[in-house]
């Protein structure tokens, strides 16, 4: 007699080992924690065998220094083109949405911390019931204060950086898509099912975005952001086929 209740069947369970192609480490969110980055450079700088270093974005909002944060990264890739690699974050994806429609983009992204990096620039916050014009000169002013070279360096941030089966994003992946597919809003704002449940490709998901308290590596993902602007802790992942070491300042 055949039962009249399905088996449940087992959680899938990820077990890929790690095998990137080189060493590689990833630091978390930054936003704006200008010293702390600094220190964390320093620290990864001195370990030999890294060949790259990872930012998953968020370099702006929420902290006082996003101004310095920027243009620090930008100008480490410019002179070591082949070890940093920036990625973007949702954060920079609102400031850029801000250069493009100030009067609609600017009043959401103020409350998600813009008037902190407004104020890292030296532009004035604006009001959320200011006029489309006064919008329209802090965008102006911001503009002035980026440069075009920094401008375009944030435009062309990627979404995603890959070595060997570790894919690095900012928010999330959905585990049903292969990464050369996700959705751009799934890699900057996240995904539903990232958390719950694992990939089936074998591929590890470092991310930020959504502050832990502890950073770790378990089920597939690597999480790094450990809210700096906050907590004044600034999480790297130090990746290799070994294992997976966390380094903080």
Not at 152 to 176: C, M, T, Y
Request: charged share 25%; aromatic share 8%.
């Amino acid at each position: 007699m055949f039962s009249l209740f399905r088996k449940r069947r087992p959680a899938p369970v990820f077990d890929a080992p790690l095998a990137p192609d080189a060493p590689f480490a990833v630091i978390g969110d930054i936003h704006g924690a200008d010293r702390l980055l600094d220190k964390l450079l320093e620290k990864l700088d001195a370990i030999e065998d890294l060949q790259h270093i990872v930012c998953v974005g968020d370099y702006v909002d929420r902290g006082d220094n996003g101004a310095a944060v920027v243009r620090k990264l930008a100008s480490y890739q410019r002179d070591n083109p082949d070890r940093l690699i920036c990625l973007m974050g949702n954060h920079e994806r609102m400031m850029l949405d801000f250069l493009d429609a100030p009067s609609t983009a600017g009043r959401r992204w103020q409350k998600f911390g813009g008037m902190q990096t407004l104020g890292s620039f030296g532009v004035p916050p604006v009001p959320e019931s200011a006029p489309e014009a006064d919008f329209l000169t802090a965008r102006d002013r911001l503009e002035s204060a980026l440069g075009r070279q920094t401008e375009d360096w944030l435009r062309a941030l990627p979404l995603s950086w890959q070595s060997g089966n570790v894919a690095v994003v900012h928010a999330a992946a959905d585990p049903a898509t292969p990464l050369p597919q996700q959705e751009d809003t799934t890699l900057l704002w996240g995904h539903g099912d990232f958390e719950g449940t694992p990939r089936s490709d074998g591929v590890w998901v470092a991310h930020g975005h959504t502050i832990v308290r502890t950073p770790f590596a378990e089920n597939g993902r690597i999480a790094t952001d450990t809210g700096a602007y906050a907590t004044g802790k600034l999480t790297a992942a130090v990746v290799r086929s070994q294992g997976v070491e966390f380094i903080q300042t």
